[in-house]
């Protein structure tokens, strides 16, 4: 479908960043740095494998899909008017969210946590370094992407398999220097660009999904729990370069195995749409979750650091839906008191009331007692959405 998207893909991306959001929240949940553990199974090496196969896998096909995404507005739009949106949906929610969370740290702190002047620019657009709130490197280095993709379509065009090895390179070797916080961001982001301009097909994800998400979810479990493997067998112990390469097939594999997943998920009308609902109020819940988390872990964390072990693993893998949970109630208060704040915050997006509801209707439905009433959902007024794209 040229220059748009269809209907069954369009289900499948919602739900995809949906799925994939929650699970990256894994990989910045409290209990923070925690060493590898040595003693498996345990508590902490059930937290460990969690947050390496869905937390940090996760982000891959947030890429691609962004990639994609790309690829099929330029069709239609332009590179121009998409760079242009590009810098409201991606480096203002940037600049806020990281203003927000200084600004937290300076009153908390009663004013000792000022930061330099001359970190400003880290903290606040990730300028040669991670900003304030770590997940948002994401934003930053897919606005580059953005920049870059005349000539990654070019490459593209003219020689992908040369383009793809270089990228894959720089990923594993980091050779494009402090440019990119992660340097596979952009060897995702080009194979989406890839994808939306039909270089190459993701069908057979289609046509074999078991046999794929069977392959792909193996590989993904068994090269995230090597190095598990590994401190326990040191002859298993890689150097760092393979290391690194081993880590980018994992990524491949979490990217097929997320979207298979979420195609499978697409099928099942009520699962769909208790997935899908939540669309319009991901992005909040990306950028919103460090804040959330580390709000949330203040009264929870001393308690299930009391409790042990299991309560702790408990707190850690209940944290994806504590997040979804208030970061919806805030949205829902936002809305009513500073809208155009909200606007800002969600890239130009503020979720209608129909969309609110819609997003805690499924889960009433998925447990056979609907607690909205169709009348309530038929007469709820539409606040229309603020601008029209949001970051991928």
């Known amino acids: 479908m040229k220059g748009g998207i269809g209907e069954t893909t369009s289900k499948v991306i919602a739900i995809s960043r949906v799925l994939c959001i929650l699970c990256v929240i894994y990989a910045h949940a409290p209990p923070y740095h925690t060493p590898l553990p040595l003693r498996v199974p345990s508590y902490d090496a059930a937290i460990w494998t969690l947050r390496e196969v869905l937390g940090?896998?996760?982000?891959?096909?947030?890429?691609?899909?962004?990639?994609?995404?790309?690829?099929?507005?330029?069709?239609?739009?332009?590179?121009?008017?998409?760079?242009?949106?590009?810098?409201?949906?991606?480096?203002?929610?940037?600049?806020?969210?990281?203003?927000?969370?200084?600004?937290?740290?300076?009153?908390?702190?009663?004013?000792?946590?000022?930061?330099?002047?001359?970190?400003?620019?880290?903290?606040?657009?990730?300028?040669?370094?991670?900003?304030?709130?770590?997940?948002?490197?994401?934003?930053?280095?897919?606005?580059?992407?953005?920049?870059?993709?005349?000539?990654?379509?070019?490459?593209?065009?003219?020689?992908?398999?040369?383009?793809?090895?270089?990228?894959?390179?720089?990923?594993?070797?980091?050779?494009?220097?402090?440019?990119?916080?992660?340097?596979?961001?952009?060897?995702?982001?080009?194979?989406?660009?890839?994808?939306?301009?039909?270089?190459?097909?993701?069908?057979?994800?289609?046509?074999?999904?078991?046999?794929?998400?069977?392959?792909?979810?193996?590989?993904?479990?068994?090269?995230?729990?090597?190095?598990?493997?590994?401190?326990?067998?040191?002859?298993?112990?890689?150097?760092?370069?393979?290391?690194?390469?081993?880590?980018?097939?994992?990524?491949?594999?979490?990217?097929?195995?997320f979207w298979v997943t979420a195609a499978a998920i697409a099928r099942h009308h009520r699962l769909a749409r208790a997935f899908a609902g939540f669309e319009p109020v991901i992005f909040f819940i990306f950028c919103a979750h460090p804040l959330i988390i580390g709000l949330a872990w203040t009264f929870v964390g001393p308690a299930a650091r009391q409790l042990g072990k299991g309560s702790e693993f408990a707190a850690f893998a209940a944290a994806p839906f504590m997040v979804l949970a208030l970061g919806y109630l805030a949205v829902w208060m936002l809305r009513r008191v500073a809208p155009r704040l909200l606007g800002a915050l969600m890239a130009g997006k503020v979720p209608s009331d129909r969309q609110m509801m819609d997003a805690v209707r499924p889960l009433a439905l998925l447990a056979n007692r609907p607690t909205i009433p169709d009348r309530a959902v038929r007469t709820a007024p539409e606040v229309p959405p603020q601008g029209s794209d949001r970051p991928r």
């Not at 993709?149 to 065009?157: D, E, M, N, T, Y």
């Not at 392959?215 to 479990?221: E, I, S």
């Open 56 to 257: 940090r896998s996760s982000v891959p096909l947030l890429s691609i899909i962004s990639g994609y995404l790309a690829a099929r507005l330029a069709m239609g739009g332009g590179w121009r008017r998409t760079l242009r949106r590009k810098a409201a949906t991606l480096l203002l929610p940037l600049l806020l969210w990281n203003a927000i969370a200084l600004s937290k740290d300076i009153a908390f702190s009663l004013g000792e946590a000022m930061p330099a002047f001359e970190s400003l620019p880290r903290l606040l657009l990730a300028i040669g370094g991670e900003p304030r709130l770590t997940p948002l490197y994401f934003l930053r280095d897919i606005f580059l992407c953005s920049l870059f993709a005349p000539w990654l379509l070019a490459g593209l065009r003219h020689a992908r398999w040369v383009l793809m090895t270089c990228l894959a390179a720089n990923a594993v070797w980091n050779m494009d220097g402090p440019l990119f916080i992660s340097g596979a961001i952009p060897l995702f982001y080009a194979l989406g660009l890839g994808l939306g301009q039909g270089y190459w097909s993701a069908a057979i994800l289609e046509q074999r999904p078991r046999l794929c998400w069977a392959v792909a979810a193996r590989t993904l479990a068994a090269l995230a729990v090597l190095p598990l493997v590994a401190a326990q067998y040191p002859a298993l112990r890689l150097p760092e370069s393979l290391s690194a390469a081993l880590l980018i097939v994992r990524r491949f594999a979490a990217a097929a195995a």
